[in-house]
């Protein structure tokens, strides 16, 4: 575990962080301007199972002889290059080499494995490699919430804060009103990257409006979905982003208790959130008089156990309490009585995020990217049979075409797309003659996708329309917390006459049923999840109708089902 | 249930009537109250809207409506609500096929058949079909505990067990695990149900809408039992209990929703008390004892007759009578107007402990009456801010008294100091608890009221007599004298006082006219109970401190502050009305005052004794010098003779010993003749709780064998002693206490079938006096001014 850095000074006042702040510039300054080769690794929790720990180990172990200066970042999205490794020479700009491994780092060193190269830091081309940003991965992209993820060294506070961090709370601080927080918020119309889309400003300003006291602001970082990362990228490369903004929306609302929410599943996004937290304790930036502005934040981090309601705000809040996570209805709204009845401005991560940039840069700033009702970058997260797999951060209303056929590199040989499932597992697929569309949040809608929190899957003819829909309701029977009925019950329900139909024994009358379950369960349940659960069954249902009605025929046309097997529905019913 | 004063109303339209409620009341309640049944299964009065089981989905009509579930929105302004329209009966339909899947449907072998909610919604939406094919997924029956079984295939996860045992009983020993239809109810922590915080108070079972959790004790069709409604004899509370029999076994008791002073929950005793009706050693039948022989079992004409015939010779002040502070008024009436009017002795009390006594004396000497609260327990869901609860573990002795103070933590955030030796669920939810040293209560208190003085906290009305006099007595309790003496922090007094005196307000915010009541509760008459710890205390000054307390902040005569003390026996408060007290005559007026002597004299048309009698602490001594020859001593639910050793060993100087017990024990193998008597199941009258309500005891089944109400067995007596004391019908021993007793005055049977009332009632155009508020005399002496603020 990593332990707080123990010389860090308590800043007590406006002047003192400004002197830290220049004595952590003129730090990273010297690093980059230094005699030594600074060797940058991208360690996170997907480049950490493909070594990248050892890849470090292995530059460390040739350091001293090599004059290196070896540096952990975090990953900065481009998963198909982990592990990445960026070596700065004296005087030339940074190369950047993907898939390295252990007994690459010689050889890296001595100028071999160009192979491996794929791109150069900078806008200008060097000896014959062109720059990064020329990539078709990172061309799209507009980094804000990550333009640090892959750049500091997320364990430490020094790093970030050259960089710019805290400087939105700074600004909120000392020279902005929280109101004039709030109009910035508002001006940059930034709305919830959870799913929702709610606008943020409009909550904060409830927040502040709000006369109960004590207030609370929450950070959702409850990522259940199985197929986004987003957040916990966010934790893993730049933890101080989110800590600011929660500390900034809490400024902001006139809450002096703050909470972020982070699912147990990620070991080493708590890891280095705490961390953070610890360090930015130590400073005095969180805490009684934050740099002696007079205004108090508790911060607490909380941890969830693994259920996926739990990103369902009032279920989130039922958890932090400690009590079993479970939705609950509304009105009253969070807003109004949240955590411990008191008024809870809840936002998620990647929103909290944007606010640095929000209030240091201003909110017309940023209401110059993305279209004009959704505002900004949003990160986007897909897994499939991608060339260039990963994380990317782009603008709003980038064409769904150009996002998967460049900036993810379209399908690798030998697969053929066939769909795109979006929004997790709350909206239905869509098919390739469907994706000229601008990527936003209300474009997606009616054609039965969603944006929700820009997790995608793209899958290919080898999967099962039916089998797959099968997956995902079955996630959600799975994740029902139990309270509505018609979740509850409902989705088994669903996951039975779908199961049917996959073993051959559906029938006719089945597809209607599905579509009265679906009904019920969506116009009868309690919290979004619920709302969404039969989403991804409709979806496939509209798109592939052919393949439903095939395997009813008794035929699997990707030849994944059991139609003809011996098994029986009851056997089934035991998962 | 009793609501905040709303100001503001809403009108909305449900199946097209115009229903006008308080803002804030749900579709549900508000169809309710307008006669409209919407069905449901998760939701329970007096919990936290739930909202899973969407049985109770309305259709709100216009543009932004659809389908709702009614239990958790508020009724909105024009609102027009459907409750019964296609789309709500198909989605119920929907909800119910869903349970259906899953649940058992072994109603034929199911202790809840005929009761059901799922069985009665299945019903009432004609669900009969069902297209899912979906296999039933079961799991084994789960024993919680001696008395609770789970059944998990008849669950359907409405919660409605986890939420009361957190919301209302307070101690969370249940809680639902899993997810999905996983789910299932477990003991918290997955403990066993004994090592989690239980009481066994059985409202999990009482509130399950199915028979998933049942209780073991019960096997038998509910539609085959009589069901009587009457009030638990176990405690003062007064608990609303629903009697089922069947030929004439009691079963078991369920609980009247919303009904009586309790709501309908009860604990333990409440729950599964009534089996002690059924024990083996009742006492059945009359039975006398000779010397040098064992018992022999004879009539009851006999049994009288020879009791007349001896109790001629011990007439005056050598008789005595002990009676059961869980008698009736009515038993209690005749008991002391037999020992009086016919025995012509002042020699009658109570079976108390020493710690009853104590307390009773306290509160006479500073409230000039001994009344259990000066405010009725109702205020707990409207105008309590702040509540000093001080004794032992008032869950224990008190509980459901303690289910509403958890009930206005959540719901109406009052804020709670705790001053226990026990620790117990409460004092984690409080705000504040404080442990004193054994034996230090007392001094804890005197404390806490230096520091209101010393804050300035003390009320303006406060006569200055008043105040000089506890200041002076305070003098020696300076903050750290008993921080040191107690072992309880400074700060922690400090802050107790604080919360108490301002009404939980605290001293930062300023409160324009005076700062909210706080309400005490003081169990220090239980101070000894094998139950609990604090053994050391002193019951009498914990009692003094807490009515100075609340003089010192002028919380007596206010909705939602005054002094509660719980005293235990059933009937405590009604026996003491009734003058079973050797200094008091009924309705309060002193032995030793002519006048009113006089008034009784004239009812009775005899002469009274004009000394004081023996109080129950004298008694044994009285006996061992010989001055009492023969005592009548009932047996009382908490075995007070048999725990008495002085009195014990006194038995044996007697004479003649009667016995009048429901139980044997080793008194009815010395005692002469030996009364089988009735337990409050078996008679019927009145009972009058801590906090002055009057109740109506109904019988409920015949009484075990002979056994005979006391009311009867005096009447018996006293018409072969040649006095004229008819015991029925049982309304007009009430109406002669209502002749007698001025805060009786407008009780009887007639008014008390429709609700309690609450004492003093004086005439039948008094709605009863929920607050006694000090009288013109200010506070010094409390007493005996009380006027009756009109019930709001």
Known sequence: ?575 | MATRAETKMVTGKINGQDVTVPAGTTILEAARMANIEVPNLCYQPLMRPWGSCRICTVEILGKRGGLIESCATPLGEGMEVLTHSEPVEDARQFVLQMYLIDHALDCPTCDKSGECYLQDNTYLSNVNTNPYRRPKFAQPYTHFSETIDYKFDRCIMCNRCTRVCDEVIGVTAIESTHRSIEAAISPAFGLELEDTLCTNCGMCIAVCPVGALTDRHFAHHPWDLDSTETICGFCDYGCTINVESNKGVVRRATNLWERGTNHGYVCEKGKWGHEIQQAPDRLRYPRVNQPGSSGYEVTWDDALDSIAATLQNYKGSEFAALISPDDTNEDAYLAQKFTRAVMGSNNVDRLLTTSQVAVERSVRASLGRDVGSTNNMQEMFTDVHAAMVVGPDIGKTAPVASYWLYHSIIYRESKIVVISQDEYPLCWRAQLWLKPNEGSTGTLLKGIARQIIDLKLHAEGIGKKDLERLTASLADYDLDKVARSTGVAGDKIQAAAVLYATGGVGLDRKVEDEYPSSVIFNTAAHIGSPVTSGTDDNAAEITELCNDLALLTSNFGRAGGGVTTPRGAANYQGTTDMGVHPAFLPGGRAVLDDTSRAEIEAAWGVELPTTQGYAIDEIAGAIEVGEIKALYLESTLAKQAENSPELLTALSKLEFLIYAGAFESPIAEIADVVLPRALSLEVDGTFTSFDRTVQRVRSTVPAAGEARPTGAIFAGIASRMGSNMSYLPVSAVLDEVGSLVPEYGGVNFARLERDGLNVPVSNFADPGASILVPGPDGLASLSPAFVSMAAD
């Open chain 1, 1 to 575: 575990m990593a332990q707080p850095t123990s010389d860090l000074p308590r800043l007590t006042s406006q002047k003192a962080f400004d002197e830290f702040r220049a004595r952590a510039i003129e730090k990273w300054e010297a690093i980059w301007n230094g005699k030594k080769t600074v060797v940058s690794i991208g360690i996170g929790s997907s480049s950490i199972p493909v070594g990248a720990l050892d890849v470090m180990a292995a530059f460390e172990r040739i350091a001293d002889k090599e004059n290196l200066h070896v540096r952990k970042t975090g990953v900065d999205g481009a998963d198909w290059t982990d592990v990445q490794v960026r070596v700065k020479r004296p005087g030339e700009p940074a190369v950047v080499y993907a898939n390295v491994v252990p007994s690459d780092a010689k050889g890296i060193i001595d100028g071999k494995h160009r192979g491996k190269i794929i791109g150069v830091e900078g806008d200008q081309p060097f000896d014959g490699i062109q720059p990064l940003d020329t990539h078709p991965f990172y061309k799209y992209q507009q980094r804000i919430v990550l333009q640090d993820v892959g750049v500091i060294d997320p364990d430490s506070i020094e790093e970030a804060i050259a960089r710019g961090a805290y400087m939105g709370l700074y600004r909120a601080l000392f020279e902005l009103t929280p109101e004039e927080v709030i109009a910035e918020v508002t001006t940059a119309n930034v709305r919830g990257r959870g799913g929702a889309g709610f606008p943020a400003g409009i909550k904060w300003e409830s927040g502040r409006k709000a006369r109960v006291t004590p207030k609370f602001v929450t950070c959702n970082s409850h990522e259940g979905e199985p197929n986004v990362y987003k957040d916990r990228r966010i934790h893993e490369g730049d933890p101080h982003r989110v800590l600011e903004g929660i500390l900034i929306a809490c400024v902001a609302v006139g809450a002096e208790r703050g909470y972020n929410y982070v699912g147990g599943e990620y070991p080493l996004a708590i890891q280095r959130f705490r961390k953070a937290v610890d360090d930015a304790t130590a400073l005095g930036l969180v805490g009684r008089d934050m740099l002696g502005s007079g205004k108090n934040v508790a911060f607490r981090l909380r941890t969830g156990g693994g259920a996926y309601v739990c990103g369902e705000g009032s279920a989130m809040m039922y958890s932090i309490m400690g009590v079993r996570g479970q939705p609950r209805t509304k009105p009253p709204r969070s807003v109004e009585e949240g955590l411990w009845k008191r008024p809870t401005v809840a936002n998620n991560t990647e929103t909290l995020s944007n606010m640095r940039d929000i209030v240091v840069k201003g909110g017309e700033w940023y209401a110059q990217f993305g279209t004009e009702k959704s505002k900004g970058t949003k990160l986007m997260t897909v897994q499939g049979p991608m060339k260039t797999m990963g994380l990317v951060e782009v603008p709003m209303g980038i064409n769904f075409k150009t996002l998967i056929d460049e900036v993810w590199g379209g399908m690798r040989d030998g697969y053929t797309f066939k769909g795109i499932q979006t929004g997790g597992v709350s909206a239905g697929p869509l098919r390739y003659e469907q994706l000229d569309v601008p990527v936003d949040f209300d474009s997606l809608t009616p054609l039965g996708g969603m944006l929700g929190s820009g997790g995608f899957v793209v899958f290919d003819e080898t999967v099962c329309a039916v089998d797959f829909a099968r997956y995902l309701t079955a996630f959600n029977r799975v994740e029902s917390c139990s309270k509505c009925v018609p979740c509850a019950r409902g989705n088994p329900a669903l996951v039975e006459t779908v199961d049917r139909i996959r073993f051959g024994r559906g029938s006719q009358r089945d597809l209607p049923l599905l579509e009265r379950t679906s009904k019920h369960v969506i116009e009868l349940s309690l919290c979004g999840l619920g709302q969404v659960a039969p989403m991804p069954l409709l979806g496939m249902m509209q798109q592939y109708p052919e393949e439903f009605q095939a395997h009813i025929d008794g035929v699997c046309p990707c030849g994944v089902c059991p139609v003809s097997a011996e098994a029986t529905v009851e056997a089934l019913a035991a998962d």
